[in-house]
T-cell receptor, first 112, second 116 residues
């Protein structure tokens, strides 16, 4: 079945440093979504990418979808303490509209 | 407009008891998904339901677990004869249309099940 892996699993950064998490799928994805889960909270949808090579920005967050639609990345510029949480990518395999498969997540800690 | 409502937020059950988790989707959403999250792990798909239909239950354990989404009322995830390994956070999500959506899933706050 489809597998979605993320690296790193954990990342500690000093406030103001940049942060990047990478997502790789074993199969081609029709789209990729990103979610953020605060400690003790629930996943919150951030963004969806659909096109090969697509890049989207939300303030300090930049999301990329790979050309082959099998990988994606999330980059945060100048992290803040409010960025703390676990970031998950999630995707549907091409041809499947039923299961949104989540990656293993990257847990970000921002040190003040 | 209320979001996805899950209850209870916390549930403690003794081994062998039954756990019932409820989920009311967002208004206007007819598709419900259940996910399980073990501590420090990602979300694992369990089941996808529409009203009165199970669309995909490939992530559900074969025994003790069942789910329904009746015509009236919330979706229910039922775990019979719970064991310690069932301890986890169970999240429900909803969407307005089938599987693929342009707006992502809206998740509820989850039910934290502890089996003692």
């Amino acid at each position: 079945g489809q597998q979605v892996m993320q690296i790193p699993q954990y990342q500690h950064v000093q406030e103001g440093e940049d942060f990047t998490t990478y997502c790789n799928s074993s199969t081609t994805l029709s789209n990729i979504q990103w979610y953020k889960q605060r400690p003790g909270g629930h996943p919150v949808f951030l963004i969806q990418l659909v096109k090969s090579g697509e890049v989207k920005k939300q303030k300090r967050l930049t999301f990329q979808f790979g050309e082959a639609k099998k990988n994606s990345s999330l980059h945060i510029t100048a992290t803040q303490t409010t960025d703390v949480g676990t970031y998950f990518c999630a995707g549907f395999s091409s041809g499947s509209a039923r299961q949104l498969t989540f990656g293993s997540g990257t847990q970000l800690t921002v040190l003040p | 407009n209320a979001g996805v409502m899950q209850n209870p937020r916390h549930l403690v059950r003794r081994r062998g008891q039954e756990a019932r988790l409820r989920c009311s989707p967002m208004k206007g959403h007819s598709h419900v998904y259940w996910y399980r999250q073990l501590p420090e792990e990602g979300l694992k798909f369990m089941v996808y339901l529409q009203k009165e239909n199970i669309i995909d239950e490939s992530g559900m354990p074969k025994e003790r677990f069942s789910a329904e989404f009746p015509k009236e009322g919330p979706s229910i995830l039922r775990i019979q004869q719970v064991v310690r390994g069932d301890s986890a956070a169970y999240f429900c999500a909803s969407s307005p249309q089938k599987g693929r959506t342009n707006y992502g899933y809206t998740f509820g706050s989850g039910t934290r099940l502890t089996v003692v």
